[in-house]
Structures are given as C-alpha cells and as structure tokens.
C-alpha cells in the first residue's frame, strides 16, 4: 500500500505541476509578477493538498510569529524537495538562490525569470558569490523580500553531519538583515533520491531570528547550532511517529547518524 500511494502521489504531483504552468502560470507570465507568485502559491497548496490525501503525509508549519517584517534571509535546513515550495506559502514575497540551468528550462524557467529568483553559476565561486549579493541587495533592502537559502547547498539526509557553506554568512555580513533559521524533519516522510512518501506529520520550525551585525563566524556557528538542534528534536518526534506506524525509523536517515551531544 506504501508502494502504491507513493507512486499515484508522484504521478499525480508531476502532473498537477504541468497543468498549474499551462494553464494559470502561461498566461500570469503577461501579468504583473505578484500574480505569478500567487499561481505558485496556489500550486503550492495544492501539492500539499495532494501529499495529505494521496500519501497521507501531513505537514505543520509553527514560529509564523517569529517573522519580522522587510526583508529578511531565510535558512533553511534541506532534506527534501517538498520546503522549496512549502515556504513559498509562508513568505509574502520569497526570492530563491538557484543554479542558473533551471532558468533554461522552457516555461518554468521563464517564471523563475519573472518571479525575479537569482541564478548562480555554481562553477564562479568567487565571482558568482557576488554578483549574488549584489542582486540580494536589491531585492531585500529595495524590494523588502525575503531571501530563502539553503545553507548546505544541497538535500542532506537526516541525521548526516551538518555541511553548512559559508556563503550565507557573506551575504549576511553584506546585507546588514536578520536572519531567520528554520528546521525541519521532511527527509523522513519525502526521502531524497526515492519515490517512496511516507505517512505521518512533517514539521516545520521557524525559530527566533538571528539580528544582524554579528561576525561572520559567530554568525555562522550560531546559525548551524540553532537549526542543527531544533531539527535533532524534530528528527526525534518524526522517527518516533514512524515507528508507531510500525514503519522503520532509520529507513531514510543517513547510514551514520550523528551522536547526539
């Protein structure tokens, strides 16, 4: 049955996603970005929706009070595909950091050029790194969004050791904004690199932000801690939700979970 309902969640999911670009984010593409935001917004919802019948996999989002207003970095911890649009529904005006391959994609890439999200060339380093907080600049401080970064760069499964890049705490340092860090326990129930969806509650933490000013490596220390412990809780809860399920805990964490401190 797990099989099952993961395979129709996945069709059902890549197939809802063509039809929301066809027919609402084509013609939002001629309209005013605001609205294209709100199809991926609505999009957004409607996946979760689907995650929730289909799989039966929930998701709760707390610490919206946490939230300051203006602009912002958001940090995220990354274990699945499902936060990149689950905190599109949280955030007013977002604004991704991606590999700039995705804006050649045909029509999706083209939203994520009208949405105004900041491709990165991944192979620049130094030079991508700024012209990244260049164009972060203007879209936090002149525009009052939100940045959401993901500051390993990539999914990690739960329980690996923590690879935060010290990219973030650049852009932290140049922009002069909060910073608001967000664990979370996804990797659990949507495993990367897998089809399989599992049931249960994915949770969501948005905790206290970090004001600016602080050292770049005293940033960056905090902001590992403060993610890094919260999403040790929420890993906790999660694997015990599976196991009450009868489903296994560990299935999806990685092959060396970390020693707990």
């Given at each position: 049955m797990l099989v099952l309902r993961s395979l129709l969640f996945n069709v059902l999911f890549y197939l809802n996603l063509v039809v929301w670009l066809i027919v609402a984010a084509m013609p939002a593409l001629l309209l005013p970005k605001r609205m294209l935001l709100a199809v991926a917004v609505a999009w957004a919802h409607s996946s979760l929706w689907l995650m929730k019948v289909v799989a039966g996999t929930e998701y709760e989002i707390v610490g919206r009070e946490n939230i300051p207003s203006g602009g912002m970095i958001v940090a995220s911890k990354h274990q699945s595909f499902l936060e990149t649009f689950a905190l599109v529904t949280v955030f007013h005006d977002p604004v991704f950091i991606l590999k700039r391959e995705l804006t050649w994609i045909?029509?999706?890439?083209?939203?994520?050029?009208?949405?105004?999200?900041?491709?990165?060339?991944?192979?620049?380093?130094?030079?991508?790194?700024?012209?990244?907080?260049?164009?972060?600049?203007?879209?936090?401080?002149?525009?009052?969004?939100?940045?959401?970064?993901?500051?390993?760069?990539?999914?990690?499964?739960?329980?690996?050791?923590?690879?935060?890049?010290?990219?973030?705490?650049?852009?932290?340092?140049?922009?002069?904004?909060?910073?608001?860090?967000?664990?979370?326990?996804?990797?659990?129930?949507?495993?990367?690199?897998?089809?399989?969806?599992?049931?249960?509650?994915?949770?969501?933490?948005?905790?206290?932000?970090?004001a600016p000013g602080l050292d770049k490596a005293v940033f960056h220390a905090l902001l590992q801690e403060r993610i890094e412990t919260t999403s040790d809780r929420l890993l906790a809860l999660g694997r015990a939700e599976l196991a009450a399920l009868g489903l296994d805990p560990l299935a999806t964490t990685a092959d060396t979970p970390r020693q707990q401190s």
């Open positions: 045909p029509l999706f890439g083209w939203c994520l050029i009208k949405m105004r999200m900041i491709p990165v060339d991944r192979g620049g380093k130094a030079r991508a790194l700024a012209q990244v907080t260049k164009r972060a600049k203007t879209e936090l401080r002149e525009n009052g969004r939100q940045l959401l970064i993901f500051p390993e760069g990539t999914r990690r499964a739960p329980g690996a050791p923590p690879a935060y890049k010290f990219g973030v705490a650049h852009i932290y340092g140049e922009l002069g904004l909060p910073c608001v860090p967000v664990a979370l326990n996804s990797g659990l129930y949507w495993p990367r690199r897998k089809f399989l969806r599992r049931p249960g509650t994915i949770r969501i933490e948005i905790l206290p932000p970090i």
